[in-house]
C-alpha cells in the first residue's frame, strides 16, 4: 500500500466504516425490501419528493380503524429507504391516531444511528405518511373516491 494514503482514501476502511458505524437496526431496515411494493386501490395514499430528489410514497389499507397493512414505494438513498422502512414497521397494526404520533425524531431514534446530515430523510418519509393518513381520512369521508381509484 502506498504510504500516502490514508485512512480516508482505502476503499476497505471506508466499507468496515460503514458498517460498524451503523445499529443493526438501520442496517435491516435500510435493506430489507419486503415491503417495497404498491398497492392497488389503497385507503390511502401519500407521496412526497424531498430538496434533494428522493421521493417516498406510502400505501395504507386500512381494517376497523386499525392499519391492517402497509407498504412504500421509493426514489431515493439508502437513509431514506431506512426511513421509509422503519415508518412501515412502526404503523403496522396501530389505530390511525398512533399512527399520526410518529415523528422525524423517533423516525430517527428506531433506527438509532441516522445520520445527523440525514434528517431530511425521516422528515421526507414521516411527511408521506401524514399524507397518506389524510388520504385515508378523506376516503372515509367520500368513499367514491377509493371507488374511482384516485389518489
Known amino acids: 500500500m502506498d ?10 476502511a471506508s466499507k468496515t466504516d460503514f458498517w460498524q458505524s451503523h445499529s443493526m437496526k438501520f442496517l435491516e431496515m435500510a435493506f ?17 419528493t424531498g430538496d434533494c430528489g428522493d421521493t ?6 386500512l381494517q376497523d380503524e ?9 426514489r431515493g438513498c439508502l437513509n ?15 389505530s390511525i391516531d398512533e399512527a399520526w404520533e410518529i415523528t422525524p425524531e423517533t423516525v430517527a431514534e428506531y433506527l438509532e444511528t441516522l445520520p445527523a446530515d440525514h434528517f431530511h430523510c425521516a ?14 381520512r378523506e ?3 367520500s368513499p367514491w373516491k377509493k371507488l374511482y381509484g384516485t389518489k
Request: charged content about 25%; proline content about 3%; some cysteine.
Open 56 to 61: 417516498v410514497e406510502i400505501y395504507l389499507k
Open 66 to 74: 386499525r392499519i391492517a397493512a402497509a407498504s412504500y414505494g421509493l
Open 139 to 141: 376516503k372515509q369521508q
Open 80 to 94: 431514506t429507504a431506512a426511513c421509509a422502512n422503519a415508518i412501515i414497521e412502526m404503523i403496522e397494526g396501530k
Open 32 to 48: 430489507r425490501t419486503d415491503k417495497m411494493e404498491s398497492m392497488v386501490h389503497p385507503d390511502g395514499f401519500g407521496t412526497k
Open 123 to 136: 422528515e421526507l418519509a414521516v411527511g408521506a405518511l401524514y399524507l397518506a393518513l389524510s388520504d385515508s
Open 3 to 12: 504510504s500516502t494514503m490514508t485512512s480516508e482514501t482505502q476503499p476497505e
